[in-house]
T-cell receptor
Framework: QKEVEQNSGPLSVPEGAIASLNCTYSDRGSQSFFWYRQYSGKSPELIMFIYSNGDKEDGRFTAQLNKASQYVSLLIRDSQPSDSATYLCAADNYGQNFVFGPGTRLSVLP | EAGVAQSPRYKIIEKRQSVAFWCNPISGHATLYWYQQILGQGPKLLIQFQNNGVVDDSQLPKDRFSAERLKGVDSTLKIQPAKLEDSAVYLC?????????????FGPGTRLTVL
């Protein structure tokens, strides 16, 4: 069974700091990786996806992928209390569907 | 554009009872997914449809869970009989064909409590 691992947290950062969320995956065949944000009691919503080695930036969010190390990360710059949520990392499963990690709970302290 | 619709939003049943959930995906989305999300865990795929055919049901407990997507549009997930460990949020998602570059859109979920 393919696995996606994340530190469950909670990860606490002060407002304005950089939050760094990490994810590792077991299947070298995975090609695309997704970060979802899930507020308590709500459904997941996509933040970004990445499929090439390196960095991909979108506003305050940067996704980083290192396929050799089977490692994906999400950086949130200038963290805001509204960023407090659980962040789910997902890897594709033979391009057919996704395997989700357990999520990392982020708390941004005012 | 209307999002993924699910009903009911909440359901409380006793163990050994049966329950059904309904999902209507975004118009034009050929792929539909049912996930189970237990509190504190990530979503686990139960079954994936493309149009009205099953693509992946490897993690569906087939002795008690069943799902169908007649006519390739809306879908129903059923549990019969329910167990205590089935208490979870059941999420429906849809996407265009293929997942590599296509976002999955999630519905609001159905929170099931089995007593």
């Amino acid at each position: 069974q393919k696995e996606v691992e994340q530190n469950s947290g909670p990860l606490s950062v002060p407002e304005g700091a950089i939050a760094s969320l990490n994810c590792t995956y077991s299947d070298r065949g995975s090609q695309s990786f997704f970060w979802y944000r899930q507020y308590s009691g709500k459904s997941p919503e996509l933040i970004m996806f990445i499929y090439s080695n390196g960095d991909k930036e979108d506003g305050r969010f940067t996704a980083q992928l290192n396929k050799a190390s089977q490692y994906v990360s999400l950086l949130i710059r200038d963290s805001q209390p509204s960023d407090s949520a659980t962040y789910l990392c997902a890897a594709d499963n033979y391009g057919q569907n996704f395997v989700f990690g357990p999520g990392t709970r982020l708390s941004v302290l005012p | 554009e209307a999002g993924v619709a699910q009903s009911p939003r909440y359901k409380i049943i006793e163990k050994r009872q049966s329950v059904a959930f309904w999902c209507n995906p975004i118009s034009g989305h050929a792929t539909l997914y049912w996930y189970q999300q237990i509190l504190g865990q990530g979503p686990k795929l139960l079954i994936q449809f493309q149009n009205n055919g099953v693509v992946d049901d490897s993690q569906l407990p087939k002795d008690r869970f069943s799902a169908e997507r007649l006519k390739g549009v809306d879908s129903t997930l059923k549990i019969q009989p329910a167990k205590l460990e089935d208490s979870a949020v059941y999420l429906c998602a849809s996407s265009l064909v293929g997942v590599i570059y296509n976002e999955q859109f999630f519905g609001p979920g159905t929170r099931l409590t089995v007593l």
